[in-house]
């Protein structure tokens, strides 16, 4: 008789061996009482798991889980029309400023000026105005932008 | 075509729909495994809620050329094993104290549920250490091959059937420890 296979019985049960280590076995079982009682064993309870009570989400809990869902997807929606609509401000308010000091210095006859001379301190002065303006408002919408999705995580 | 991928690619979209859909096909799969993970009711349905959430919000990030269910089952692994380390600092794999046998004067009828062999069954897997259950529910209850399995639990091929051994045998040692003698089989 083969050597007792004692430590596979139990993945011999499960389906869980390959066909060699299957066949071995197979073939030691069927001389063996011993192991041929114990692999019936593990195979009552292989069967056994298979067949406990399964569990089910209740309806509420899926209801539950539906509306969840639904909350943060409208959440998440809008944090991304804000996002976009933000860009689009910021965006719109560059192209304005530019547009209008352009438009000015068209308007008042200094742009042919300023085409053919170094730029002057007024100029100088202007645009380092409007560039602290817009890193203001850079870094604030940067904090705002910091504290929602921390306000999101704490709801 | 495949109904999962349908109703991931109407999700992504932002339509509920498509997760009225997804739910409604692994729902029950879900709950099942996130019970015999988590071993507790409350947990399971909280992991659940949440499971379903960050699979809304990350459903960018699967891949619609693979099965959606083996990427569902990772997201609730992951949010259930952290759940678990939390909890319960020590190994995954250590086995909770065996609890005492039910008392001669418990409950007539919890105990004539608990004569059946499938809740008493139920009942010694929910003892067992979190990653024992998890391969048994994988293997018997959602009936995964042994390269699917180790797929699943991310490990290499031996270690999964070394796993698997492994609770099967914690499993029978407790059986045959808290039931009368035989009465197990």
Redesign the interface.
């Known amino acids: 008789m083969s050597a007792h296979v004692t430590?596979l019985l139990?993945?011999a049960?499960?389906?869980?061996l390959g066909p060699g280590e299957a066949r071995r076995v197979e073939e030691h079982v069927r001389e063996c009482a011993a192991c041929a009682a114990e692999a019936a064993?593990?195979r009552?309870?292989?069967e056994?798991?298979?067949?406990?009570?399964?569990?089910?989400?209740s309806r509420a809990?899926?209801a539950?889980?539906?509306e969840?869902?639904?909350e943060?997807?409208a959440e998440?929606?809008e944090r991304a029309w804000n996002r976009a609509a933000l860009g689009f401000a910021v965006a719109f308010a560059w192209t304005m400023a530019v547009v209008s000091w352009l438009l000015l210095d068209l308007l008042t006859g200094a742009l042919a000026l300023r085409l053919d001379r170094p730029v002057g301190p007024t100029a100088a002065w202007y645009a380092a105005y409007v560039i602290a303006g817009w890193l203001t408002a850079g870094v604030a919408a940067a904090l705002l932008g910091r504290r929602t999705p921390e306000e999101g995580r704490i709801a | 075509m495949d109904p999962d991928r349908d109703d991931a690619a109407r999700l992504r979209r932002?339509d509920?729909a498509g997760?009225?859909g997804l739910?409604g096909r692994h729902?029950?799969r879900l709950?099942?495994y996130l019970?015999r993970l988590a071993g507790d009711?409350a947990v399971?349905?909280d992991l659940?809620?949440q499971t379903?959430?960050q699979a809304?919000?990350r459903i960018g990030r699967y891949d619609r050329s693979r099965p959606f269910a083996p990427w569902l089952f990772a997201v609730a692994r992951n949010l259930a094993l952290d759940h678990l380390r939390r909890r319960r600092p020590e190994s995954l794999d250590e086995q909770p104290e065996p609890e005492a046998p039910a008392t001669p004067d418990a409950d007539p009828f919890a105990r004539a549920v608990a004569r059946q062999?499938?809740?008493r069954?139920?009942d010694a897997?929910a003892g067992l250490a979190p990653l024992d259950r998890e391969v048994?529910s994988l293997?018997?209850?959602e009936?995964l091959?042994?390269a699917e399995l180790a797929e699943r639990l991310a490990v290499p091929l031996p270690t999964a059937?070394a796993r698997?051994?492994r609770a099967?045998?914690r499993?029978?040692e407790r059986?045959l420890a808290r039931a009368p003698a035989g009465e197990?089989?």
Do not use: C, H, I, N
């Not at chain 1, 056994?48 to 989400?57: K, T, Y």
């Open positions: 430590e139990a993945l049960a499960a389906g869980a064993e593990w009552r309870l292989a056994g798991l298979g067949r406990m009570p399964p569990p089910r989400p809990l899926v539950r889980t539906l969840a869902v639904e943060r997807l998440q929606s | 932002g509920t997760l009225a739910m729902q029950d709950f099942r019970l009711e399971a349905e659940f809620q379903w959430l809304a919000e062999q499938g809740a069954l139920a897997v048994l293997r018997f209850e009936d091959a042994l059937k698997l051994y099967l045998a499993l029978r059986l197990w089989r």
